[in-house]
């Protein structure tokens, strides 16, 4: 740790810090608008609740419930709503000492998730069994994961959240293996509950892996726009001191995130970063003008953070649309696209793709949401692509450079 001491005061940030310290802080409590935090109530989901509470009831006598499955959009609750289910249960299991164990695994979690062996040996982990990160053959894994839970006589009921990104990874065989299992145990029992927000998930699936994972399924529905309101409300309560929050931030907060589909998550991100936006201006309240300059921010993070993530080849190819791009040139053809795509890739020594194989993946930028093309026909000639960018105007600048400097192309 380095000490920066004896510095030349700079007046006009030293006048900025002083008054940012002085003033009353806006938030009382941020974490209660952050992914994660258990709020006290959950409206607008007792059906779900209840639904949930009396699939998974019979694992109180030792009974094994069905499998469940949960899904529905983004940020409807699916989450929130197992995690506080299963928490009664497991309270309550406690309590009486029946034997019972809960797990909660998010599978986007890279560490966890990502192989089966990683996968088998977090839960042999929670069960006492510490495996080598590799070097077994998974079945062994697998083996000593089973050999644990049985050795317990427990019901465990297995939570694999984002259960999509864990079948796309390793596909169905684990999810197979896992509704197979209680054939095998002899005093323990397994219940799966799976929750995606990929309404097609099931589609993909083996029909005897789906027909018992899907054993029970429980649709959480959008929220409406007075819903989410209802659900801001509450936690404005806790999060922010009283009074702060202006008069028809809360509205617009809702609007907003009820415009493509009810998602409570976004409407909580917008008011915070509101929030804190509102405090780095020093000023006592939040105003409705924040909720704007919230949404600009978080998709400008949003948009970046995808750019950043492409492979090389679709930064170049992006690079080389948004070169093409201007206000009097909106539309761009994949020919030009291809021939300044070349001309960079001997600039910065990459091998080029052919022409085909860059258009296919111009059509994934436009699946990604950043371009937008528009398949045209030109008669004999055949058919091109119209191109044009589907991001907001303001933030290109800051997307080129990114990608400039991401390419070592500047
Ligand atoms: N009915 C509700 N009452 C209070 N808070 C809620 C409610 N529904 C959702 N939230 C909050 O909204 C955020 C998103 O909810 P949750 O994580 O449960 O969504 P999800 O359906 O699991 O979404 P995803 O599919 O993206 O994982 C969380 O911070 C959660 O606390
Ligand atoms: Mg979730």
């Known amino acids: 740790l380095e000490l920066i001491g004896g510095i030349v005061v700079d007046e006009g940030i030293r006048g900025y810090l002083e008054q940012f310290l002085a003033k009353e802080p806006l938030f009382l409590k941020k974490g ?22 009396k699939i998974l009831a019979p694992s109180l ?16 609750g699916k989450t929130l709503s197992i995690k506080y289910t299963t928490a009664q249960i497991s309270d309550l299991a406690a309590q009486k000492n029946l034997p019972l164990k809960v797990l909660y695994v998010n599978c986007k979690m890279k560490k966890i998730a990502d192989t089966e062996y990683r996968l088998f040996t977090e839960l042999a982990k929670e069960f006492g069994k510490a495996i080598p990160p590799t070097g077994l053959p998974t079945q062994e894994v697998y083996t000593k994961f089973f050999d644990a839970l049985e050795e317990k006589s427990q019901l465990l009921i297995l939570v694999l959240d984002e259960i999509d990104q864990l ?30 927000n ?25 929220y409406n726009a007075l819903q989410i309101q209802s659900i801001l409300r509450d936690r404005v309560k806790t999060a ?32 915070r970063v509101a929030g ?33 993530t492409q492979p090389k ?38 091998r080029p793709l052919t022409q085909r194989r860059v258009s296919d993946i111009i059509g994934e930028l436009d699946m990604l949401g950043i371009i937008t093309a528009k398949v045209i026909s030109k008669g004999r000639q055949g058919r091109t692509r119209e191109i044009s960018l589907s991001t907001n105007h303001n933030l290109n600048p800051k997307i080129k450079k990114v990608l400039e400097e991401g390419l070592e192309l500047a």
Do not use: W
Not at 198 to 222: N, Y
Not at 316 to 341: A, C, H, K, V, W
């Open 313 to 350: 080849q679709y930064q170049l190819t992006l690079y080389s649309i948004m070169s093409l791009y201007s206000p009097d040139n909106r539309t761009i053809f994949t020919g030009e696209i291809y021939e300044l795509y070349r001309k960079l890739c001997g600039r910065i020594d990459m």
């Open 32 to 53: 209660a608008l952050q992914d994660g935090y258990m709020p006290e109530t959950i409206s607008h989901r007792d059906e779900q609740i209840k639904q949930i509470a």
């Open 240 to 271: 922010f001191k009283e009074g702060v929050v202006k008069e028809g931030v809360v509205e617009k907060c809702a609007a907003i995130a009820a415009r493509d589909h009810g998602d409570a998550r976004r409407a909580l991100e917008l008011l």
């Open 167 to 196: 079948i796309k990874k390793v596909g169905d065989g684990i999810l197979y293996n896992l509704t197979r299992i209680n054939s095998e145990l002899k005093t323990s029992k397994v219940c799966i509950i799976g929750i995606s």
């Open 276 to 308: 804190e936006l509102a405090e780095r201006d020093n000023i006592s309240n939040v105003e409705v003008k924040y909720l704007d300059l919230a949404e600009d921010k978080i998709e400008r993070e949003r948009v970046i953070d995808i750019v950043q």
């Open 198 to 222: 990929d309404l097609f998930f099931t589609d993909h699936l083996d029909s005897r892996v789906k027909s018992s994972l899907s054993e029970e399924e429980l649709l959480f529905p959008p």
């Open 61 to 76: 006598r030792g009974d094994r419930p069905s499998n469940l499955f949960v899904y529905g959009k983004t940020g409807t």
